[in-house]
């Protein structure tokens, strides 16, 4: 497990680099001149560039390792942001979003991918899908806070040059310690584990339902919305602050349920499920302007994060049965894509007609309505496999 520790450590790293930017990017390219819809469009593009690398990361992972694209993906994000830092025309800046949404499309089929092939072992999978989740939540617990803190204090221009840097210096330590796991022996372990029953193997070898994927579009919309919104109540160094904040409320939700450890021994597909109800009705809650404290439904939006994470991925690895985890994941990272271009832009356009959270809690409540219809496609297959 020595590679797990070494690529949460990375993980940890980097996504305190990337989250960092959440409550800053905002205000810099309002400070270039931005208008709100070119703001959502900039946010939109990051997200769709993420497609073209999300289908090269699903067959390259499987081929090639997970090494050689994290690698990159950390190296690119961190070069992009040293000429980032010097910007001047907001379409300087959304070219160089969109690029750095390419790059860093395969981050995550890469690390989930290498994750999941640690073991084979269900219990293990899930506590590790478990700790990529924390680790994200932990990193993201100071890092905006941390980013809009920088800001404050040595401007953009230096704020992105650090960043970057701190990425390129993590790429260069993941080309050191990280080690792919050898397919080989992964086929070996999940070919063993096929001769114990080949019954569940004819099960699991079922195709994973695409409807699954309507949950991760989804979470992601919304998320993207969150993501809008928040930097647009205030855009000076001391409302920056309190956008920081408020991010780092969302992420410690997350890392409470996240640390509820008893939550794996609930089934992905309920935790998926009722995570996705109640995240819902809580975009709703703030939407209808709910007279509670925003700080405290942004928590609950944490908390209801913090089932929903590793949910997710379990619920992909139980579908799959244990093979192409990098199309797998890459399909799931194309899913999250896809929500979190449509979210910023849909906000972007609508917001001074329609809440932008209203377009969050339809989203979830559509996903909802339709994930059960999953359970039974998937129930259906297993009778017909069992049966032949």
């Known amino acids: 497990m020595k590679t797990a520790v070494w690529l949460y450590l990375f993980l940890f790293v980097a996504f305190f680099d990337l ?17 709100p819809s070119f703001i959502g469009l900039m946010m939109g593009m990051y997200s769709i560039t993420h497609l073209p690398g999300n289908i090269i990361a699903g067959y390259g992972v499987d081929r090639l390792g997970s090494r050689l694209f994290i690698v990159f993906s950390l190296m690119g994000a961190g070069v992009i942001l040293l000429f980032q830092s010097q910007v001047t025309d907001p379409w300087q800046l959304l070219l160089l979003r969109s690029i750095s949404g390419f790059v860093l499309a395969f981050l995550s089929p890469a690390c989930l991918a290498l994750l999941a092939k640690l073991t084979t072992n269900r219990a293990e999978q899930g506590k590790l899908m478990a700790g990529n ?3 994200h939540t932990l990193a993201t617990v100071v890092s905006p806070a941390a980013g809009a803190y920088m800001v404050a204090k040595i401007g953009f221009t230096t704020a992105f040059y650090l960043l970057g840097w701190v990425l390129i210096a993590t790429s260069i330590c993941a080309l050191i310690f990280i080690r792919d796991i050898k397919a080989a022996a992964v086929e070996a372990q999940q070919e063993n584990n096929n ?3 080949k019954i569940v193997t004819r099960i699991e070898a079922a195709p994973i339902p695409w409807l699954v994927f309507i949950l991760p579009i989804a979470t992601s919309c919304a998320q993207g919305i969150l993501s809008f919104e928040l930097p647009l109540m205030s855009s000076t160094k001391e409302g920056m602050m309190t956008t920081g904040l408020l991010f780092s409320v969302v992420s410690i939700g997350a890392l409470i349920t996240l640390s509820m450890l008893f939550l794996n021994r609930i089934p992905a597909f309920h935790r998926t499920l009722w ?6 009705l809580i975009y709703f809650l703030i939407a209808a ?3 509670l404290p925003f700080a405290l439904m942004l928590l609950f939006v944490g908390m209801a994060k913090g089932i929903i994470i590793p949910a997710i991925p379990m619920l992909l690895i139980e579908l799959s049965g244990g093979a192409r985890y990098g199309r797998t994941f890459s399909v799931l990272a194309i899913a999250y894509s896809i929500g979190a ?7 972007g356009q609508l917001r001074d007609n329609l809440s932008p959270y209203y377009i969050a809690f339809l989203a979830l409540m559509i996903a909802v309505m339709v994930l059960p219809f999953h359970s039974r496609r998937h129930y259906t297959s297993r009778t017909h496999f069992s049966q032949n």
């Open 289 to 291: 302007g709910t007279p």
């Open 195 to 197: 001769n114990k029953s």
């Open 275 to 280: 995570g996705s109800l109640i995240l819902a």
């Open 19 to 35: 989250h960092a930017q959440y409550p800053i990017l905002t205000p810099f390219a309002i400070s270039l001149g931005a208008a």
């Open 133 to 135: 989740g924390f680790v």
């Open 341 to 347: 271009f449509i979210g910023p832009l849909l906000a």
